[in-house]
């Protein structure tokens, strides 16, 4: 009996990689792809994969799960139904939240959280650490010492009440992220802008979920964009704005990657494919479509994909925040909230990748015209994987993880609440008719999900030690301020 050479050979089908599609079997040994080619020997399993697209598997950088929010609720996916979520939609590798609020330890949160996510987790993941309490021994202590364990990104709020910086603290954080060569997340809105008008609106009487979509104004996302970026300027410290909303935002970011900044930006497939009309519902129904920054309008998405197609953006999130429709979520503060009182974020960890290729791929947006393919790859794996320095994912290459997604790129699915497998209950995608799907999703060469059933389980997911990487790596370009050699030889970074 002759040995066989492969464990999985994945044969006949149509890789699709950021620079081009082509005709190849995958082999698979244990957990890694080890060869690209036609006619491959058979593997231990062979999966006929002829007219279909094998893709590498999502990387959602950006998804909270099981933490609480910047609002103070618990989400309502564990790690278990999320990454199970996850799979179903096609995505392999997710970044979740280790959220420090005022008070907390980051050391005992980042264990408490990791306990979490290796009892839970079906696919792989790493964490960004969420900052809220920036005292000294975080900033001298936990942040370097975790940093240096693998953990190569932080997060920041300039809004919410309950865990955004100021000025001063966003300044000292930059700094630690510099000394050690993590990348700084943002979530960058005015806060005064955004309490001022809630509470203008809500006194008034305008107290319907769709009026979250007004008390957020535009500018407010401008404004935060060009404050952040002058103090990661002044301090030469790469940073990751998240979900970009408006076309005045992306405008920001476009002319600070101009000027040799090292800013990265990401948007979501809430600002692509719904505007503040969809909060506009009879009752409470809105609050389903409820997320900060919120949805724009039609002339905003059409700014996104531009700026996606040019480059200003680099990737394409969820922002899965799930909260249900009842009085453990949505519904928390009683049956009569006015929108300030309503949780905001949406469960989008399933449907990213599936509204994605319907628009790139099925439907063809013409920002991407003979290149939907390679875009969507690009936008939602090797992107991310590449910003966030996760090596072996992102891309069907000899050497990397073999983590799949394979799609039948002629299926029509109508997406409803009932065909979610995460925990929120709805979707706020509810009726969208999408062509492509994933239906076989591989995680190291193991299946999760075959033809719409769960074969992963909790536990399986493994942690993703990196460091911060290329992205995260200063420019070098100092600020006159902190250049000794135009700073009278002040000596600061
Ligand atoms: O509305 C949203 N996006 N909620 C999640 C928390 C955040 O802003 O990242
Ligand atoms: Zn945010
Ligand atoms: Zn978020």
Redesign the pocket.
């Known amino acids: 009996m002759t040995a066989q050479p492969y464990d999985l050979v994945i044969r006949g089908g149509t890789i699709g990689t950021a620079s081009g599609t082509f005709q190849a079997d995958v082999a698979i040994r244990g957990e890694t792809i080890v060869a690209l080619g036609q006619g491959l020997a058979s593997g231990t399993r062979d999966i006929d994969a002829t007219n279909k697209l094998v893709l590498p598997g999502g990387v959602d950088a ?1 998804a ?1 799960i099981e933490q609480v ?2 609002g103070g609720l618990l989400n309502a996916d564990t790690f278990e139904s999320a990454t199970a979520s996850a799979a179903f939609g096609g995505t392999t590798t997710v970044m979740p939240f280790a959220a420090q609020h005022r008070g907390l330890d980051l050391r005992e949160v980042m264990n408490d959280y990791a306990a979490l996510a290796r009892r839970g987790a079906m696919i792989d993941y790493a964490f960004h650490m969420i900052v809220a309490n920036p005292d000294a021994k975080t900033l001298a202590t936990d942040l370097p010492e975790l940093i240096a364990e693998g953990h190569g990104s932080i997060k920041v ?1 300039m809004t ?1 009440d309950l865990m955004k910086i100021d000025d001063e603290p966003l300044l000292d954080l930059l700094l630690t992220a510099r000394q050690g060569q993590a990348l700084v997340c943002v ?1 960058a809105e005015n806060h005064g802008m955004i309490s001022w008008m809630g509470k203008k609106l809500v006194a008034k009487g305008y107290s319907a979920p769709k009026y979250h979509a007004i008390s957020h104004p535009r500018g407010s996302e401008a404004e935060a964009f060009t404050r952040l970026i002058a103090a990661a300027a002044l301090i030469d410290q790469p940073i990751m704005i ?2 970009v909303s408006t076309e005045e935002g992306a405008a920001v970011i476009r002319t600070a990657r101009g000027q040799g900044l090292k800013v990265f930006a990401e948007t979501c497939p809430q600002y692509l494919f719904m505007t503040r009309h969809d909060l506009d519902k009879p009752g409470l129904e809105g609050a389903k479509w ?3 920054p919120p949805p724009r309008e039609k002339s905003d998405q059409d700014a996104l994909w531009r700026a996606l197609a040019l480059g200003d953006l680099q990737t394409i999130s969820s ?1 899965h ?1 799930p909260y249900r429709f009842d009085e453990t979520g949505k519904l928390s503060a009683g049956r009569e909230p006015n929108f300030k009182q309503i949780a ?3 469960p989008g960890i399933e449907t990213r990748l599936p509204l994605l290729f319907d628009a790139l791929v099925s439907q063809g947006r013409p920002e991407f015209t003979g290149r939907g393919i390679e875009a969507f790859v690009e936008l939602t794996a090797t992107a991310p994987a590449r910003i966030y320095n996760l090596p072996r994912k992102g891309a069907i290459q000899p050497g990397y993880d073999a983590d799949i997604a394979i799609w039948d790129p002629r299926r029509q699915v109508t997406i409803t609440d009932a065909t979610m497998h995460g925990r929120t209950g709805f979707t706020p995608f509810s009726g969208r008719v999408v062509t492509g799907w994933p239906e076989r999703v591989i995680v190291r060469g193991r299946d999760v999900v075959v033809g719409g059933e769960l074969k992963g389980e909790p536990g399986m997911g493994r942690w993703l030690r990196r460091t911060g990487g290329w992205a995260a790596t200063p420019t070098g370009r100092l600020a006159p301020e902190m250049d000794p050699a135009t700073n009278f030889g002040a000596s600061i970074l």
Do not use: Q
């Open positions: 950006h909270h929010s910047a709020f919410y979530h998240f979900h409820m997320c900060s922002d925040a905001n974020g949406l």
